[in-house]
């Protein structure tokens, strides 16, 4: 019988799903409202795509940027992350169009209403494993708000692809917290 990775990976989201709903629910309180006043899933996929873009980037800096001893292992393990990151552009502006709305059409605008960083990254390379750390986690709080309104909304498809996002991003800071680990 042929193993297909692929199944198994479909299996560990399906069966952690639910802990991923348990979790996003528990992050509520983490995830600052004042912030972000989005109370649709329309403007809670807008700010995920703003958050990812800029998460993206500075994870690619990263990636492309860091130096040491590290390097090889630094530069893999970067790669992975921004690469994802990078692929969800167009996803999540393709479900932005399901809904009808329209993708960001400004760098500047995506940039200036991120809730990340827009300043200049750079550090040691434990500086920059620890930045991208925080802007993923700060991903994985974003989702989880897009969750709560898709399912408010009654966007099953959308708030299943949330929660696939934290999954796969919690799997991420696993990475990066085993590495920053003394």
């Not at 897009?146 to 299943?160: F, P, S, T, V």
Request: glycine content about 4%; hydrophobic content about 35%; some cysteine.
């Amino acid at each position: 019988m042929e193993h297909n990775l692929k199944d198994d990976e479909y299996s560990v989201v399906a069966l952690a799903r639910i802990d991923a709903e348990a979790e996003v629910e528990a992050e509520d309180d983490e995830y600052d409202m004042e912030d972000d006043k989005a109370k649709s899933t329309e403007e809670a996929l807008s700010q995920v795509f703003k958050d990812n873009f800029v998460a993206y980037y500075r994870s690619h800096v990263a990636h492309v940027n860091i130096v040491g001893r590290n390097f090889v292992s630094f530069h893999t393990l970067l790669g992975g992350i921004y690469e994802e990151l990078q692929s969800q552009i167009d996803v999540i502006g393709e479900l932005m169009r399901t809904l009808q709305a329209f993708m960001p059409s400004s760098l500047e605008y995506v940039v200036d209403h991120s809730h990340l960083s827009n300043e200049e990254l750079s550090g040691t390379g434990l500086e920059l494993l620890e930045a991208v750390y925080e802007d993923l986690e700060h991903l994985i709080d974003c989702y989880g708000h897009l969750n709560r309104c898709a399912i408010d909304d009654g966007h099953d498809e959308i708030a299943n692809y949330a929660q696939e996002r934290i999954l796969s991003l919690k799997k991420h800071c696993w990475m990066l917290r085993s590495t920053l680990e003394d």
